[in-house]
């Protein structure tokens, strides 16, 4: 069976634009803090970042938009990243 052109599309949750799944990095929330899922398997709420800039405004959390991506009710998300 033939894949689809573009197969799912997320949004970047710092920047707000569209790309291909595959071009974003995942991130899940694991004990009130956001872990980058590097193979896409983790269960749990996703949010999705386009590249490293974004991923950079992720880690500061800039406008909020890992706790709005997360909705914990006002408490801060804050970004693990891997090593
Ligand atoms: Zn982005």
Do not use: H, W
Not at 7 to 27: A, E, F, M, Q, S
Not at 50 to 58: F, Q
Not at 66 to 80: M, S, Y
């Amino acid at each position: 069976m033939a894949e689809k052109p573009f197969g799912p599309v997320r949004t970047c949750i710092v920047c707000r634009k569209k790309y291909p799944k595959r071009d974003l990095v995942r991130l899940v929330l694991r004990d009130g803090a956001a872990v980058v899922d590097s193979r896409q398997k983790m269960s749990g709420r996703g949010a999705y970042v386009c590249g490293s800039r974004c991923m950079e405004k992720a880690a500061m959390n800039v406008k909020g938009c890992l706790d709005r991506a997360f909705r914990l009710g006002g408490k801060p998300v804050r970004l693990e990243m891997p090593d």
